[in-house]
């Protein structure tokens, strides 16, 4: 009787090692990645248009790229993003004829515009918090030849808006360089870098595994057979 028993003890314990070998507890060393970021889709470029401008420029020919911007402002932006690229401001518009000042008023910029005019919901700065929507310069510059101005997009030469692009990015303290173009507006952040997303330990209590559940049933089942068995034996 003693024989058995201490077989099937020893049979009980080599499950609950077994069992305990496959659980599995949740360390505190666990590493949980944090959700990676995901990429923003830009939509496709429109057209570009042709090199040929409605903008009359009167500048010597070596003017720089900043002289030039400035005179597009002057001529294409400043009535609506004001002369400091305020916006369109109640200040602003004050210094205007009293007829004028009122921008959304009926058959003016409002939704009934006569058929050469156009509707203009909103005419934001171009100086300080705005800007940070774009990520970098070479964003802005792709918003304002494809977007801008608001009655004409795109009407633009790429020339007039680099320039003008240089120009804003000047008004806001940066600088834009001698010359900017698609490689050196790349590389001009307007709005901080996102930090990439960093692994965390993540602690957690200490959770007991299915399988060592399971391992438990096991052994105790075993032990009880081990101590039927044994009572039947005795009791024969």
Sequence with gaps: ??????????LALVVFAAGLGVSSWVSPDTIIPLQQPTTTVTPDTPEMPPEESWIIIDLPADATQLEFGAEVYRLVCKACHGDKGQGLTDDWRAQWDPR???CWQSKCHARNHPPDGFYMPISPAVVGPPL??????LDLYNYI??????HDPGSMTEKESWSVTAYILKINDVDPGSDLNAITAAQIRLRAEVAPPVDV?????????????????????????????????STD
Aim: hydrophobic share 55%; no cysteine.
């Design 1 to 10: 009787m003693q024989k058995s028993l201490f077989v099937f003890s020893a």
């Design 132 to 137: 940070k929507i774009f990520g970098t310069a």
């Design 100 to 102: 004028d000042q009122n």
């Design 145 to 150: 030849h494809t977007r801008m101005p608001w």
């Design 201 to 233: 330990q993540v602690e957690e209590p200490n959770r007991i595994s299915p399988y060592w559940v399971v391992a438990l049933i096991v052994v105790i089942a075993l032990i009880f057979l081990g101590i039927l068995a044994l009572n039947r034996r």
